[in-house]
């Protein structure tokens, strides 16, 4: 075999030729698309934030969750992040009956948990345990039905400045008694109920980040989420703070916005448009978060090695907020409404949208939920290089 393929290896001059080819077709791709652009241009902003532009979007590594069986999400996301230039690393996931019982940490008063949110939490804390184990700076974990917007480099960016505005200190603030835009921020528990939205066109100057593009003290970055709440004004330990993007193109109008928590705050506070970053309350559903290697590590010990009693994104959410059974302790968390990652479902029979959870018979038309041009409903387009023809699955009415 190893004959054969050096036999069929192609001349210096085919691969010469070659690669000028696929150079020159990313160079256009990267200057059209019209209103939609496609691998965008980097923004006048640091260096380091500026890495949100590479092809891990900022972060050391992206490592995407799915069971092996399931190949045609693996085929979906291979494809999805090949057409967005994006480097990804499988974890397996784990089919639950196979975790026993005596590695299952518990309580006495407590009875074992399904076997499919057994699989979904092992596999989740196996990435984590990733994180942990190579000593990565940060990841992206994702869910191997997530989808996102051609734009979703200028997307995270933007989420980028706005945790800069909500967690870096204000620029001339000393290191000993650092200032901060938010109030509340680093401790709610001295701060008012409630603060000033932040414009995102109109933020204040701070400190630039020095580890992270995203910033230097995030522990969970919530990016993919199916539900959110924003933080109630009677919580004394999360801070209030938000940056308002008040006329965000990538979002569409709020008729076609989609969330599992009631009340929708953000379609019932904010007009048509707007996208908010805060910090995170009552969140559902890990469809995709950032974690740095000190939030790994104290996710690992969080939510590896005490009671698993919940499904692993309520796990989550009690370590984001400091609460759960037994407590997990206050993080610093931060998430966006509308959700960047959103759930991709395809075409064909209903029951196949989860592993986890029944989600009734019949079928479907292939979709993606609240982002205007997904990655994945836009392939055949991306493929061909028709970047002028990409599709909007919800323009305005």
Not at 66 to 91: C, Q
Not at 238 to 262: C, F, M, N
Not at 339 to 348: E, K, N, R
């Amino acid at each position: 075999m190893a004959f054969l393929m050096s036999a069929r290896r192609p001349s210096n001059p085919v691969i010469i030729a070659i690669s000028a080819v696929v150079l020159l077709s990313l160079y256009l791709l990267s200057t059209r698309g019209g209103n939609v652009p496609y691998f965008n241009t980097e923004r006048a902003t640091s260096s380091l934030t500026n890495d949100i532009y590479n092809n891990t979007f900022g972060f050391e590594k992206v490592f995407v969750i799915g069971l092996p069986s399931r190949t045609d999400r693996r085929d979906g996301m291979v494809l999805g992040a090949a057409l967005s230039n994006l480097e990804i690393e499988f974890i397996d996931g784990v089919d639950g009956k196979d975790v026993p019982d005596k590695a299952l940490p518990t309580s006495p008063d407590q009875n074992r948990m399904p076997d499919p949110v057994v699989g979904s939490w092992r596999a989740h804390i196996n990435a984590i345990q990733e994180v942990v184990r190579r000593n990565l700076s940060s990841a992206l974990i994702m869910e191997d039905d997530a989808d996102w917007d051609v734009r979703i480099r200028s997307q995270l960016h933007d989420f980028a400045l706005a945790s800069h505005a909500l967690t870096q200190p204000l620029a001339g603030s000393s290191a000993g008694s650092p200032r901060y835009a938010d109030a509340t921020y680093p401790e709610a528990k001295n701060g008012p109920s409630a603060v000033p939205d932040l414009a995102f066109d109109n933020l204040p100057a701070t400190a630039p980040p020095k580890t992270s593009p995203y910033g230097d003290n995030w522990d969970v970055l919530w990016l993919g989420q199916c539900g959110m709440r924003f933080p109630f004004a009677d919580n004394k330990v999360i801070p209030k703070g938000r940056v308002v993007q008040a006329a965000d193109a990538t979002v569409p109008q709020k008729q076609h916005l989609w969330t599992i928590s009631s009340p929708d705050d953000l379609a019932e506070q904010y007009a048509d448009h707007a996208r908010v970053v805060h910090h995170v309350q009552d969140g559902v559903c890990s469809l995709a978060y950032g974690v740095t290697q000190k939030g790994a590590r104290q996710l690992l010990h969080e939510l590896g090695l005490k009671a698993m009693d919940a499904a692993f994104d309520i796990q989550l959410r009690w370590f984001c907020e400091g609460t759960g059974r037994p407590s997990r302790g206050y993080h610093n968390c931060l998430t966006v409404q509308p959700s960047l990652f959103q759930i991709h479902l395809p075409a064909g029979p209903k029951k196949s949208n989860s592993d986890i959870s029944d989600h009734g018979d019949g079928f479907q038309d292939e979709m993606t939920r609240v982002l205007r041009y997904s990655v994945r409903m836009n392939a055949e387009a991306l493929m061909e290089g028709r970047t002028d023809d990409l599709v909007d699955q919800w323009p305005d009415n």
